[in-house]
T-cell receptor, first 116, second 114 residues
């Protein structure tokens, strides 16, 4: 399996709970991007990470949202104290560390978060 | 920042017809333009891309054209089939300083009627 993996695929949380979304990039990829997609809308960039570094978090809400990409293990997008407006599909994409096509991103299947 | 406009939002065609989706961008520094296909309940899949040093690229029934002067690029699908039905997204990416943050269009829902 060489694709981007995300889990869980579906996540239901009650208001005030925490949501943790995981993303394992493609083999050989060290760049991870997180996006949010609301119904009938395009993908909105949230954060761009490399191993142990946040490179660009200009799309992340200032509060309750955080992301990490540790040296070992998947990238995690954490949403604390979820509210109904956080309900959306969250996609992770990865790209290669070096080479000709370092800007090409490959997407995972997404995590659909529902906040009750 | 970059702004990408995509049209139409919905496109309905008969099987065998051609489909064209158009996008415009605002940042002249954008130099990479991928197109993604998203089927219901799935993540976007890269179907074709073009870089700013070429004007056209073709892959079987899919082609993409780029007009840098006018800042627009288009996706062309010929001989459409029902399995082409999906939402298609364009994106514009500026590659500078090692950061590749794409700006996506709002998507085009393509419906191919058998």
């Amino acid at each position: 399996n060489a694709g981007v993996m995300q889990n869980p695929r579906h996540l239901v949380r009650r208001r005030g709970q925490e949501a943790r979304l995981r993303c394992s990039p493609m083999k050989g990829h060290s760049h991870v991007y997180w996006y949010r997609q609301l119904p009938e809308e395009g993908l909105k960039f949230m954060v761009y990470l490399q191993k142990e570094n946040i490179i660009d978090e200009s799309g992340m809400p200032k509060e309750r949202f955080s992301a990490e990409f540790p040296k070992e293990g998947p990238s995690i997008l954490r949403i604390q104290q979820v509210v109904r407006g956080d309900s959306a599909a969250y996609f992770c994409a990865s790209s290669a560390l070096a080479g000709v096509r370092t800007d090409t991103q490959y997407f995972g299947p997404g995590t659909r978060l529902t906040v009750l | 920042g970059e702004n990408v406009e995509q049209h139409p939002s919905t496109l309905s065609v008969q099987e065998g017809d051609s489909a064209v989706i158009k996008c415009t961008y605002s940042d002249s520094a954008s130099n990479y333009f991928p197109w993604y296909k998203q089927e219901l309940g799935k993540g976007p899949q890269l179907i074709i891309d073009i870089r700013s040093n070429v004007g056209e690229k073709k892959d079987q029934r899919i082609a993409v054209t780029l007009n840098k002067t006018a800042k627009h690029f288009s996706l062309h699908i010929t001989e459409t089939q029902p399995e082409d039905s999906a939402v298609y997204f364009c994106a514009a990416i500026t590659t500078r300083g090692g950061s590749y943050i794409p700006t996506f269009g709002r998507g085009t829902s393509l419906i191919v009627h058998p």
